[in-house]
């Protein structure tokens, strides 16, 4: 199967950068090389389901380590960046999909639950970033590779969150007539 869009890999975590065309995936691609991350492939991702349940994704042959950027023209990574900044393939473990920012619309604010989006047949994480001028979606997208990382090791900073909201609400209820107080969390 293949994909209109970009795959690069932070941290070891291979992200699917989609999107409309001239939404800025292959410019966001290439800030994330410029960091020192890795590009996978640009403009068209082959995707294949392993037996193991693996999504991996890689450029075609003819265009593999090249990207377009709108204003430049064609990029060599490994003469811009070296060898390092590329690789064959990637597992793919996080999708970013870029939208147009629309006042209207309603985007992810807290993170408790992560949607998923399916290719070919397997789930995977995704996040629709809005893209607002002078945004800076390199860092939104680090951000969320890095995010996905830890969300794989424990709990999400958001779960943190509400479980201090919920722990509060207790020793307040707890405080109340007729309740016993409790130390706050991890205190004795």
């Not at 945004?135 to 424990?154: C, F, H, I």
Request: with cysteine; net charge negative.
């Amino acid at each position: 199967m293949q994909v209109h869009g970009s795959l690069v890999e932070i941290l070891g975590v291979g992200v699917l950068l989609l999107g409309a065309s001239g939404i800025g995936k292959s410019e966001c691609a290439l800030e994330l090389v410029s960091r020192g991350h890795r590009l996978i492939a640009d403009d068209i991702v082959c995707v294949v389901r392993t037996q193991d349940d693996l999504l991996l994704g890689h450029a075609p042959a003819l265009i593999r380590h090249f990207m377009e950027i709108r204003g430049i023209g064609l990029l060599y990574i490994p003469d811009l960046f070296g060898a390092e900044a590329v690789r064959e393939e990637s597992g793919i473990d996080l999708i970013c999909r870029l939208e147009r920012w629309r006042e209207d619309a309603s985007y992810e604010r807290v993170g408790l639950e992560r949607p998923t989006e399916e290719i070919l047949g397997l789930a995977r994480p995704a996040l629709l970033l809005p893209v607002r001028p002078a945004g800076n979606m390199a860092t939104l997208v680090e951000v969320a590779a890095r995010d996905s990382q830890l969300r794989r090791a424990g709990p999400s900073a958001a779960r943190r969150l509400d479980e201090r909201f919920h722990d509060a609400a207790r020793r307040k209820a707890d405080a109340a007539p007729g309740g016993t107080p409790q130390p706050p969390a991890g205190r004795s």
